[in-house]
């Protein structure tokens, strides 16, 4: 093993891939790429790339949507083909596979199976397509379900979704907005491939670099979970998070961070750096707020809610007003098990006032020191540094590899209270000095 490593190592090593998979049992000659040595265990070894959804009541109009979809998958193209012209015979194929179409009209059902008739589209229109996705797109749904509570008591679905308005206590920081109590909830976590040593920002930046789950490239279906837990969802004052935001981006600090992210990006991202604007992969100031203001608030529910930190997972809603989009600025803290029955209630209880006032007051006051200050504090990337965090080390805001959406990136306390910083002013801490908390 020794006399593999090093730049000497390198040169005794096979230069050329082989072009074996060996989890499809198959060989795909021509791959060019260099061998690279990895341990067993290593943790580089295997990175998944995964995406989840919270499965939320579909309006009517959304019904629609989907329609053709659905008929695509239960049906096939072959029964479409053959009873398309038949509306009452499709009607109740689609019934028969549990495809509920009791309250659409039969025109709405004669568009999803024109739809489903259409010519496929293209190569370059579905690349194209593709290239523009945005992962914000799966959170979207979620995070306009959550704004409207007048639908809440009306939760008679098959979603597994029961979610309830909370009042604030009156010592609670102005700046939260709103609590959603979510007491039941279902995700849905599914494994679209993987990739070796180093993970990919978005799962569609560079289709050769996700490894394929089927040997055609293609799967019909990929593996996926269905788990029920519970939660707890807390809605940041959007007009301040605006404002706050505005201010931050003309600070040193956050250009500090710009640069750090842009540097970050040319060495581990690099082919997709050669066709991707860099600051267009950087989170706003908003996301590193709340991502931050979550990992304390994770830190602190563990505390109280009878379940370890490792246990809980944050689904983050932060992104600014686009043209198909509106601003958001909230989390959701989570847990759950792959059991029928769910989880126990214990975090979702952390929602009522009087509980949930001081875990927010106990988690920020704590946010304010580190053991490891001043460097943890005042930490701040400089060329050549590419890390992707400022003050925020494993003593204050790090959690479990199985809490954090994005691997302990992107976290800096900060942008939550008045620190004071290595280069320039203090920046100004969206809830203000810990002291006046």
Request: contains cysteine; glycine residues 6%.
């Amino acid at each position: 093993m020794a006399e593999a490593q090093g730049s000497k190592g390198r040169e005794k090593l096979p230069q050329t891939c082989r072009s074996r998979h060996p989890h499809l049992g198959a060989f795909y000659p021509g791959c060019q790429a260099r061998p690279v040595l990895i341990m067993m265990g290593a943790s580089n070894l295997w990175f998944p790339s995964t995406q989840s959804i919270i499965v939320m009541p579909r309006s009517d109009a959304e019904k629609k949507e989907v329609l053709a979809d659905h008929l695509r998958v239960e049906l096939g193209i072959d029964q479409i083909k053959q009873f398309g012209d038949q509306i009452p015979v499709i009607r109740a194929l689609a019934s028969a596979r549990n495809i509920d179409v009791s309250g659409l009209a039969d025109a709405d059902i004669a568009a999803a199976v024109a739809e489903v008739l259409a010519p496929p589209e293209s190569e370059e229109a579905r690349e194209e397509r593709r290239a523009n996705w945005d992962p914000i797109e799966l959170l979207i749904p979620e995070w306009r379900y959550l704004q409207k509570p007048a639908l809440f008591p009306e939760q008679q679905n098959n979603t597994g979704l029961m979610v309830t308005e909370m009042q604030r206590g009156p010592d609670l920081h102005p700046y939260i907005a709103r609590v959603v109590g979510v007491n039941r909830m279902k995700r849905v976590n599914a494994v679209l491939g993987f990739t070796r040593l180093d993970e990919m920002d978005r799962v569609n930046d560079l289709a050769s670099r996700l490894v394929d789950l089927t040997r055609n490239g293609k799967p019909a279906w990929v593996p996926a979970t269905e788990d029920r837990g519970e939660g707890i969802f807390l809605q940041f004052d959007l007009d301040a998070v605006a404002k706050w935001e505005v201010r931050v981006e003309g600070t040193a600090l956050w250009e500090a961070h710009r640069e750090s992210h842009r540097r970050n990006f040319a060495r581990r991202f690099s082919e997709t750096s050669k066709i991707v604007n860099p600051d267009t992969r950087l989170p706003s100031p908003r996301y590193w707020l709340v991502h931050t203001f979550s990992h304390i608030l994770i830190r602190e529910m563990a505390m109280y809610s009878g379940y370890g930190a490792a246990s809980l997972t944050e689904r983050i809603y932060a992104w600014s007003e686009a043209p198909q989009r509106e601003a958001a600025a909230g989390l959701l803290i989570c847990t759950t098990a792959s059991d029928s029955e769910g989880t126990l209630g214990g975090l979702v209880a952390l929602s009522e006032p009087g509980r949930l006032q001081g875990i927010v007051l106990s988690a920020l006051r704590r946010a304010a020191r580190c053991s490891s200050d001043p460097v943890c504090a005042m930490r701040t990337p400089a060329d050549p540094e590419d890390f992707l965090h400022g003050a925020a080390c494993h003593t204050c805001c790090f959690a479990s590899e199985t809490s954090c959406e994005k691997a302990n990136r992107f976290l800096d306390r900060r942008l939550l209270i008045d620190i004071p910083t290595a280069n320039g002013p203090t920046v100004p801490g969206f809830f203000g000095s810990a002291h006046g908390i």
